[in-house]
């Protein structure tokens, strides 16, 4: 599996984890926010980028 590949998987299993949470939409409606950057700017979900 390539860099690209693999990168592309984990922003899949961090996005399908994070549309699980109550504040998905709001948080990825905001200007400049998108799913990974949601995750890192939100604390409760930190805990999901770091099992990953």
Do not use: C, W, Y
């Amino acid at each position: 599996m390539s860099l690209n590949q693999h990168v592309s998987e984990l922003d899949k299993s961090i996005e399908a984890r994070f549309r699980d949470h109550h504040a998905f939409d709001v948080i990825t409606s905001m200007p400049g926010l998108g799913v990974i950057p949601g995750v890192v700017q939100h604390p409760a979900l930190r805990r999901v980028a770091s099992v990953l």
